[in-house]
Every structure is written in C-alpha cells, then in structure tokens.
C-alpha cells in the first residue's frame, strides 16, 4: 500500500506560484505514476497533471497547461506540482494520487493523499 501526503498549500494573490508537493511512505512509489486532481467547491475531481513512474513522460490538463510543471524526485519519494500565474479559478482541494493505468481518471487510481488547499486571492 502506498500512502500520499500533499503539502505546499496555501492562500496565495492571483499571479503568484505555488510548489505542491506529493510525499509517499512506499519504496513501490517509484512503480506508480502520479497524478495531480484538483476539487473546487461544487464541482467534480478535475485532471490537473501527471507524470509517469520515471518522470520521462509529463501530462497536463487544459486547465494549467503552460502554467504547470511536474517533476518528481524518486530517490525522496516526492512528485513536485508548480503552478505559476495563479488565478482565482485554481482555487480548490489539489490531490495526488498514484496509480499504474490512466494517468487522466481520476477513477483509474489505486491511492489518493488527503488534499491541500490552494486558495487564490484576488
């Protein structure tokens, strides 16, 4: 079983970074691919970014892309989540999850973290 703890949220003005970053307990992390959602109020758990188990392959959702960068650092067991130019619209609970199949579905995971919450200010 992999556990995932998010941190690196935050309230933040609109036009600022944030760095999130996704910690696992598991060696196995590095078998995983990882993926970013994110969940505002009212609505659904929407694709925000995913990279693959070597970090060779990155995945970007409408919402973020050119404003996005993924990484991750398997030898610390952490995928990193940069958003710069943040807007208001960002706001919500960003969660990462890991899973061995499609990185864009959220019901294709096999483990989520708890979430952060980013809050955009404007």
């Known amino acids: 079983q992999v556990q995932l703890v998010e941190s690196g949220g935050g309230l933040v003005q609109a036009g600022g970074s944030l760095r999130l970053s996704c910690a696992a307990s598991?060696?196995?992390?590095?078998?995983?691919?990882i993926g970013w959602f994110r969940q505002a109020i009212g609505k659904e758990r929407e694709f925000v970014s995913a990279?693959?188990?070597?970090?060779?392959?990155?995945y970007y959702g409408d919402s973020v892309k050119g404003r996005g960068t993924i990484s991750r650092d398997n030898a610390k067991n952490t995928v990193f989540l940069q958003v710069d130019s943040l807007k208001p619209e960002d706001t919500a609970v960003y969660y990462c999850?890991?899973?061995?199949?499609?990185?864009?579905?959220?019901?294709?995971?096999?483990?989520w973290g708890q979430g952060t919450q980013v809050t955009v200010s404007s």
């Open positions: 999850g890991a899973t061995r199949r499609e990185v864009s579905l959220a019901h294709q995971y096999d483990y």
């Open positions: 598991e060696g196995s992390f590095t078998t995983y691919h």
């Open positions: 990279i693959n188990w070597n970090g060779k392959i990155t």
